[in-house]
């Protein structure tokens, strides 16, 4: 049963892809009074082809789907591509193993990736991966990857460029610990549990959120722009991948962080993408 679900989710990727192919082209960016002069978008970048991908063989299933341009910004589609591959390669390399003495399990290996756009404006441009590689055990474990691209600057925007500080992402810290742990006491009061249990349960939990989200651009890594009505952005949407702040069960979450609260913190050649800055 479960081969033949992911063929269907590879039929119905291929599928999109082939709708893709008739839509309309995004329109050129263009520049932003008063933003830096830069070269024309990926003007010396290589052009990239991001083709979906389904392959099934005995030892395992791919399934990579591409839901973005990848003509207008060919540097960020390499960026792309080349995370997909790394998975790919993975994947593949460990069903190579699979029927050898000490392979983790007999049962077929399998990758669902895709990326699909969040924004795409003439300053920011963003993209998000998620996914799963299952490689035996329980369940797969999470692909999750956020991609921030700055057409006029031609670079990715990183969380170790955008705060480069001590001071400031111990104030984002604390603002996201504090909407973490807060939504924990809402679940656990939704589950009505004993106190004891309740207890145990807020303390294991309590213990992930804080050591997921030390002062330090590495646990914050991951990011969404969120769009103000001006056209810039509103703040960012942390994003935190099973694991990293509480259990599997719990999925990935995010955490928004309001551009006021950002902004003194923000490195000075970019607080003009915010909203006030």
Same mark, same amino acid.
């Given at each position: 049963?479960?081969?033949?679900?992911?063929?269907s989710?590879?039929?119905?990727?291929v599928?999109?892809?082939?709708?893709?192919e008739?839509e309309p082209?995004a329109p050129?960016?263009?520049a932003?009074?008063?933003a830096p +002069?830069a070269?024309?978008p990926?003007?010396?970048a290589p052009?990239?082809?991001?083709?979906?991908?389904?392959e099934s063989?005995?030892?395992y299933?791919?399934?990579?789907?591409?839901? +973005?341009?990848? #003509?207008?910004?060919p540097?960020?589609?390499?960026?792309l591509k080349?995370?997909a591959?790394?998975?790919?390669?993975?994947?593949?390399?460990?069903?190579?193993?699979?029927?050898?003495?000490g392979?983790a399990t007999?049962?077929? %290996?399998?990758?669902?990736? #895709? $990326?699909?756009?969040l924004?795409n404006?003439?300053?920011?441009?963003a993209?998000?991966?998620d996914g799963?590689s299952?490689?035996g055990?329980a369940?797969?474990a999470?692909?999750?990857a956020?991609?921030?691209?700055?057409p006029?600057?031609?670079?990715?925007l990183?969380?170790?460029?955008?705060?480069?500080?001590?001071?400031?992402?111990?104030?984002i810290?604390? %603002?996201?610990?504090?909407?973490?742990?807060?939504?924990? #006491?809402?679940?656990?009061?939704?589950?009505d549990?004993p106190a004891?249990?309740?207890?145990?349960?807020?303390k294991?939990? #309590?213990?992930m959120?804080?050591?997921?989200?030390?002062?330090?651009?590495t646990?914050?890594a991951l $990011?969404e722009?969120?769009a103000a009505?001006?056209g810039?952005?509103g703040?960012?949407?942390f994003?935190?991948?099973?694991?990293q702040?509480?259990?599997?069960?719990?999925?990935?979450?995010?955490v928004? +962080?309001?551009a006021?609260?950002?902004?003194?913190f923000?490195?000075?050649?970019?607080?003009?993408?915010?909203?006030?800055?």
């Open positions: 049963m479960k081969r033949l679900f992911m063929l989710l590879l039929s119905l990727a599928l999109a892809g082939c709708k893709r008739g082209a050129a960016t263009t932003t009074p008063g +002069v070269p024309a990926d003007a010396a052009a990239v082809e991001l083709k979906d991908v389904a063989t005995p030892d299933i791919i399934g990579i789907s591409y839901q +973005v341009p990848a #003509s207008q910004h540097a960020l589609a390499a960026e080349k995370y591959d790394a998975a790919r390669a993975d994947l593949i390399e460990a069903a190579k193993t699979r029927g050898q003495p392979g007999s049962a077929p %290996y399998d990758l669902s990736l #895709s $990326f699909t756009e924004m404006t003439p300053s920011v441009v993209v998000a991966a799963s299952y490689t055990g369940h797969g999470p692909l999750v956020r991609f921030v691209w700055l006029q600057q031609q670079r990715m990183t969380a170790r460029e955008l705060v480069r500080d001590d001071k400031g992402w111990a104030a810290s604390g %603002y996201v610990r504090e909407q973490l742990h807060s939504a924990l #006491s809402q679940r656990v009061d939704a589950d549990l004891e249990e309740r207890a145990e349960i807020v294991n939990a #309590s213990r959120i804080d050591d997921g989200t030390e002062p330090a651009p646990d914050f $990011f722009p969120m009505p001006d810039k952005l703040g960012l949407r994003v935190f991948a099973p694991y702040v509480g259990p599997y069960s719990d999925g990935t979450q995010t928004e +962080v309001p006021d609260v950002l902004i003194p923000v490195s000075p050649e970019y607080r003009s993408l915010f909203t006030g800055g």
